[in-house]
């Protein structure tokens, strides 16, 4: 079981991969040390140049203003932090032929700002506890950036963050996390106000039982927004609504919203989970943090074992290393990037583009997003501390079928998706034709892996600590397509994957693989399930192949298939419904799709919305718990009456 860290960081876990710690590690030693100039030109290699580039003093712009044009494959090899952004689509104008291969090979690529252990005064915080404060005028900070409303899954924080000792801060909020390392993995670390029935309540205002949080907007200066970020609605949809005011309400207090910000679903149901976020009166615990903007001051309580000399600002905005659009034959590798408000690396219109050995940490949205992606090779991408998703990754032709021919290998994404808790996986997959082997995905609130797209192979990958927080959720998630067909989740290993925060809103139920609302035409096969609520939800879809999974401490149901097309989603498989109007988006009666998928082709005329043509085979429970329900939750004699396969399947307990 993973240790919670004492560093009171929203949930991160006091492990980290192997990668992300060392390049932490050598940006605090290099900060602001190293200022090498470009090394006059290369060494020539079987048709290779190899260029050594310092980083700063503006040494990257300065070996491109002295480089000729090169007529051979280049190696930029970078050394130190880079501070300074690399133009890409500079360097890449310099061959004379886009067939000549550059790679861009190391340095830490950082929009860190460090804050000197010297200029730390001891003071008050507003809050009455004791801490300290930094000036932070003349650090070149423009904005300090806001949370943002959004809707379902959306994630555009831009707010600034401050990280010490490798792990991020928590800026100031109520009630507080639970930092206690004896909690460890099975005890909640994220604690919560909650709402309370409410017949009275306006538009725009809640009531909770936190009577504390009357006391909210005390002392908080004129332009500071204070946020609530709460699961409003359902257990799986959170997101931040600004909080206007405070008052006291009988035993509680009312929380009145701005309405240009509203909760996810419109509204505030009794049970909703939620904190406070970004008032200065909430500073009051190790670990916490909070800006003064128009003071240009950081009021900030270090946990007792933190140093204060190991404290960073993510301060760059935007793509730390941005790959030109439509860009070919580039490598990047043995590199990494933190400290950014924005996404990591980014790249669109890639065609034969590697990237090797990456790290992507302390980052405010998304660690690496990848679209366009046409035969590129991404391997061991390490992932860590993410504000949003881990990674992103897209390609191949919905309308041709030809698939990205991109692979994603041996990668590892962890603690990801701190700031918005749902659709924020580790992997983001789409497009067509895409393969993920051998990938660890680990440590967040909701997904590992979901998206959509055809011919996905998701192989031999682990799953493991995920869906903590919420509720109707899994690891790997697919849903609501007849058209997305042709996956394969095959021999991949899912393990821990329950709830272990109180839950109230939607349905109780976490799966290790959900294909959710009549998702159709993806194959289950041979995966590894270990310590899930539930193994597989089938969730009303066709053409679905789940085959000899092992179902090991399940807690309810290995298996849970449903017919909601025939109930209560009747209507997104009938005339005029999302699934229909997929089939004759992509003319599904003819090539590809009819070629490539020839059971889609029937689909209007064999009882649309029953799930029919789906196979459970050779599937085995073992090692039940107390509470465990069986293999399916379904007589054999109802899934044969929806035109479906139950055979061969058993449990030994």
Request: with cysteine; charged share 15%; hydrophobic share 40%.
């Amino acid at each position: 079981k993973a240790t919670v860290s004492v560093l009171n960081c929203c949930g991160c876990v006091k492990t980290s991969p192997r990668r992300v710690q060392a390049a932490v590690s050598t940006m605090g030693l290099l900060q602001g040390a190293l200022s090498v100039l470009a090394l006059a030109g290369g060494a020539a290699r079987a048709g290779v140049a190899t260029h050594r580039v310092g980083c700063g003093a503006g040494a990257f712009a300065k070996f491109l203003d002295a480089a000729a044009p090169f007529d051979h494959d280049v190696v930029i090899e970078l050394h130190g932090v880079c501070t300074e952004r690399m133009d890409l689509h500079r360097l890449l104008q310099l061959r004379a032929s886009p067939a000549h291969h550059v790679t861009l090979r190391g340095g830490v690529h950082s929009g860190g700002v460090h804050l000197d252990a010297g200029r730390w005064v001891p003071a008050a915080m507003p809050s009455g506890a004791a801490g300290y404060t930094y000036n932070l005028t003349g650090l070149g900070i423009e904005d300090y950036g806001s949370f943002v409303n959004g809707g379902l899954g959306h994630c555009a924080h831009t707010k600034l963050e401050l990280f010490a000792d490798g792990y991020p801060m928590t800026l100031a909020r109520h009630p507080n996390v639970n930092s206690s390392s004896a909690a460890g993995y099975n005890g909640p670390w994220m604690e919560w106000s909650y709402a309370v029935a409410d017949p009275a309540a306006a538009n725009a205002s809640f009531v909770t039982s936190d009577a504390a949080l009357a006391a909210l907007m005390k002392g908080n200066p004129r332009g500071n927004r204070v946020w609530a970020h709460g699961f409003w609605h359902y257990g799986w949809a959170d997101n931040y609504v600004e909080v206007l005011n405070a008052t006291v309400a009988g035993a509680g207090a009312r929380l009145a919203f701005n309405a240009s910000t509203p909760p996810v679903y419109d509204t505030v149901l009794p049970g909703a989970k939620f904190y406070a976020v970004n008032a200065p009166a909430l500073l009051d615990a190790p670990g916490e943090y909070w800006i003064d903007e128009a003071a240009e001051t950081l009021y900030y309580i270090p946990p007792s074992h933190t140093a204060l000399g190991s404290a960073y600002l993510n301060v760059g905005t935007g793509p730390l290393i941005a790959i030109p659009p439509n860009t070919a034959n580039l490598t990047l590798e043995d590199l990494a990037v933190t400290h950014g408000r924005g996404v990591g690396i980014a790249g669109a219109g890639l065609t034969d583009v590697t990237v090797r050995n990456v790290t992507a940490t302390h980052l405010g949205q998304d660690g690496v997003t990848f679209s366009g992606a046409t035969r590129c090779t991404f391997d061991g991408i390490a992932v860590a501390h993410t504000g949003c998703r881990a990674a992103y990754f897209e390609g191949g032709d919905a309308a041709t079928l030809d698939g990205a021919g991109t692979r994603v290998t041996n990668g590892d994404m962890g603690f990801y998706s701190r700031r918005t808790r749902t659709y924020q996986p580790g992997i983001f997959f789409g497009g067509v034709g895409l393969t993920f082997v051998n990938n660890s995905i680990h440590d967040a609130p909701h997904q590992g892996m979901s998206g959509g797209g055809n011919d996905m192979l998701i192989e031999k990958n682990a799953f493991r600590r995920l869906c903590w927080e919420v509720t109707d959720s899994s690891a790997f998630y697919i849903g609501r397509s007849w058209v997305h067909r042709g996956g394969m989740v095959r021999g991949n290993y899912f393990e821990d994957v329950v709830h272990i925060e109180p839950t109230h809103l939607g349905a109780p139920s976490i799966q290790a693989m959900y294909l959710d609302d009549e998702q159709s035409g993806w194959a289950l096969v041979d995966n590894v399930v270990v310590n899930a609520m539930a193994g597989v939800l089938v969730g009303g879809g066709r053409d679905n192949n789940v085959t000899g999974n092992q179902f090991r401490q399940i807690q309810t149901y290995a298996i849970h298939f449903d017919n909601r097309g025939m109930g209560w989603q009747l209507a997104m498989c009938s005339p005029g419904g999302l699934l229909r109007q997929q089939l004759y988006d992509v003319d599904y009666q003819r090539p590809p799709y009819a070629t490539a998928y020839p059971k889609i082709v029937g689909t209007l005329e064999d009882r649309p919305c029953v799930p029919v043509g789906n196979v459970f085979e050779n599937n085995h429970a073992s090692e039940c718990p107390p509470g465990y329900k069986g293999l399916i939750d379904r007589t054999p004699d109802v899934v044969a009456s929806w035109s479906s396969v139950w055979g061969a399947n058993n449990t030994s307990c």
